[in-house]
């Protein structure tokens, strides 16, 4: 798919989004997790994703029933692994009934992949220097 095509096709799946979609979106826009800047229906190579923070390196793929046998999920990624992207995979209807557990695996992936902003310092660090004359 060329780039325009890709962009317009994103754009077209951003105002036909799920009620999945929409309602992780919620949780998601503004920076509401963690202060972490996702991308919804965001085309990454080939692939139009579903939701990315892209200096997290993190994607967050929702599907329905039609993915229950779909073959090409698992080539997707593969290709999204190999360009360093961690890929988290939910059903629908996990998002819609256990909202909460998958916002927390969202939110334990982010911690993983960026550390905290003011980590506590290693044994011996910050310790002043100097004694007493």
Same mark, same amino acid.
């Given at each position: 798919?060329?780039?325009? $095509?890709?962009? %317009?096709?994103?754009?077209?799946?951003?105002?036909?989004?799920?009620? &999945?979609?929409? &309602?992780?979106? /919620?949780?998601?826009?503004?920076?509401?997790?963690?202060? +972490?800047? /996702?991308?919804?229906? $965001?085309?990454?190579?080939?692939?139009?994703?579903?939701?990315? +923070?892209? @200096?997290?390196?993190?994607?967050? @793929?929702? %599907? #329905?029933?039609? $993915?229950? @046998?779909?073959? !090409? *999920?698992?080539?997707?990624?593969?290709?999204?692994?190999?360009?360093?992207?961690?890929?988290?995979? /939910?059903?629908?209807n *996990?998002?819609?009934a256990?909202? !909460?557990?998958?916002?927390?695996?969202?939110?334990?992936?982010?911690?993983?992949?960026?550390?905290h902003?003011?980590?506590?310092?290693?044994? #011996?660090?910050?310790?002043?220097?100097?004694?007493?004359?």
């Amino acid at each position: 798919m060329r780039d325009g $095509h890709k962009r %317009d096709f994103a754009r077209h799946l951003r105002r036909q989004m799920t009620d &999945a979609e929409r &309602a992780i979106w /919620f949780h998601l826009r503004d920076r509401r997790l963690r202060g +972490c800047k /996702f991308r919804r229906q $965001h085309p990454v190579g080939p692939y139009v994703v579903d939701f990315v +923070c892209i @200096e997290a390196r993190l994607v967050v @793929e929702l %599907d #329905g029933g039609q $993915h229950v @046998e779909a073959r !090409g *999920d698992a080539v997707r990624t593969g290709y999204l692994r190999r360009c360093g992207y961690r890929v988290l995979r /939910f059903w629908n209807n *996990d998002v819609l009934a256990q909202a !909460g557990a998958v916002l927390e695996s969202i939110h334990r992936a982010l911690a993983e992949s960026r550390p905290h902003p003011s980590p506590l310092p290693h044994a #011996g660090e910050g310790e002043q220097a100097g004694g007493s004359e």
